[in-house]
């Protein structure tokens, strides 16, 4: 069962569950962003696998023609080809390294989501006393959840005061219990959005 759910700790110590990846996939902004970083990656690829193109069409010209060249003419043409292929790296780097354009968009777009989740899940959490939240798609063992314990809709509904949430009635769990929040998943903007401030409808 994906979700979160309560269980009862030594010492009358509540816990829950979240499935930060159900929560997520209900959040069109989320899948929005989502859309926007894919997008935007997909672009990058495009470009880089076509100076790749050109690189390897110089390496077979040189390769054909290096016969006929002379000794200066091939120091120039390895010149020529070293360097695009460091500028190839170097552009590479920029978009998806480390700390390059793809990470600095997911932390603009998806950063101030997380935050509003977790405010969320707190909220929730103190409302109703619970000592540990823990996250089940990060990888927590889980054999069994009895759904009547489900309270992920409540945690979506108090994101729903800060930002636009699938409706109650339409959010669906599509995703495996073993994928990660981290992938992405979930509807693409198929399901109605419910208003900021409590639009949610209440089962």
Do not use: H
Not at 11 to 18: L, S, V
Request: with cysteine; proline share 2%; aromatic share 6%.
């Amino acid at each position: 069962m994906l979700g979160v759910t309560k269980l009862q700790a030594q010492g009358n110590q509540k816990i829950a569950f979240i499935d930060t990846e159900y929560i997520l996939q209900n959040i069109p902004e989320y899948t929005d962003a989502q859309e926007e970083i894919n997008q935007m990656s997909a672009n990058w690829v495009k470009e880089l696998r076509a100076l790749q193109n050109k690189i390897d069409k110089l390496k077979r010209d040189y390769q054909t023609e290096s016969v006929l060249l002379s000794d200066d003419m091939k120091n120039r043409r390895e010149t020529e080809i070293a360097e695009k292929e460091q500028a190839l790296a170097d552009l590479q780097s920029q978009y998806f390294g480390p700390e390059g354009e793809l990470f600095s968009k997911k932390i603009e777009l998806i950063q101030p989501i997380q935050e509003k989740i977790y405010n969320a899940i707190q909220q929730v959490a103190q409302v109703k006393n619970y000592a540990f939240v823990l996250d089940k798609a990060a990888g927590n063992t889980i054999l069994y959840c009895n759904e009547k314990f489900d309270i992920s809709d409540e945690v979506l509904d108090e994101i729903g005061n800060v930002m636009q949430t699938v409706r109650r009635q339409d959010r669906q769990r599509t995703n495996n219990v073993n994928n990660a929040a981290s992938s992405g998943g979930g509807n693409k903007g198929s399901s109605p959005r419910a208003p900021k401030g409590g639009g949610d409808e209440k089962k």
